[in-house]
T-cell receptor, first 111, second 113 residues
Framework: SQQGEEDPQALSIQEGENATMNCSYK?????LQWYRQNSGRGLVHLIL?????REKHSGRLRVTLDTSKKSSSLLITASRAADTASYFC???????????FGAGTRLTVKP | NAGVTQTPKFQVLKTGQSMTLQCAQD?????MSWYRQDPGMGLRLIHY???????DQGEVPNGYNVSRSTTEDFPLRLLSAAPSQTSVYFC????????????FGSGTRLTVV
């Protein structure tokens, strides 16, 4: 069974708006990662947050982690049409040998 | 660096045929994994390896075999293809340690008829 579950399944916004995606998971984790997948391509690693961290930033990306609620959120600020893609969270357990992915959020940014 | 290279990019098999999906990385990554991606299902882990000579099963290992004779290569073998194995297969690799994300290949789209 999948470890992470993203919400919403699909999100459509206008260029310049912020996009927020959520991820919930079931078991204890060592870290949580977010990936982007453009249509027909492989996944690209965006950001990793460890279980002892609460917030992390990378450019226009902001990730939060609440281990008490077993949830994470990815915020993309000032979105661009090029941000149109599917976004996946992945959780690592123990030594992160076994990464489990959710079903993803499909983000569409309209110009 | 080429990163993670998967071959072939597309493949059509008949039910019962066998084949090997190739995966090679040139980043000296110890950890490698195979995932399959089906519509609405996200990525599901098939097999993974933490180093040459070491492999382990993931969520959906049935019908697939792997081996890891070198650090660079991690082939995935379909023993007797079934229509349920129609999917997009991704290979990924990373360095050890909890602070490293995976580098993914571009995928192999497999259709079993």
């Amino acid at each position: 069974s999948q470890q992470g579950e993203e919400d919403p399944q699909a999100l459509s916004i206008q260029e310049g708006e912020n996009a927020t995606m959520n991820c919930s998971y079931k078991t204890s984790i060592n870290n949580l990662q977010w990936y982007r997948q453009n249509s027909g391509r492989g996944l690209v690693h965006l950001i990793l947050i460890r279980s002892n961290e609460r917030e992390k930033h990378s450019g226009r990306l902001r990730v939060t982690l609440d281990t008490s609620k077993k949830s994470s959120s990815l915020l993309i600020t000032a979105s661009r049409a090029a941000d149109t893609a599917s976004y996946f969270c992945a959780t690592g357990r123990y030594n992160n040998n076994d990464m489990r992915f959710g079903a993803g959020t499909r983000l569409t940014v309209k110009p | 660096n080429a990163g993670v290279t998967q071959t072939p990019k597309f493949q059509v098999l008949k039910t019962g045929q066998s084949m090997t999906l190739q995966c090679a990385q040139d980043m000296n990554h110890e950890y490698m994994s195979w995932y399959r991606q089906d519509p609405g299902m996200g990525l599901r882990l098939i097999h993974y390896s933490v180093g040459a000579g070491i492999t382990d099963q993931g969520e959906v290992p049935n019908g697939y075999n792997v081996s890891r004779s070198t650090t660079e290569d991690f082939p995935l073998r379909l023993l007797s293809a079934a229509p349920s194995q129609t999917s997009v297969y991704f290979c990924a690799s990373r360095s050890p340690g909890t602070g490293n994300g995976y580098t993914f290949g571009s995928g192999t789209r497999l259709t079993v008829v």
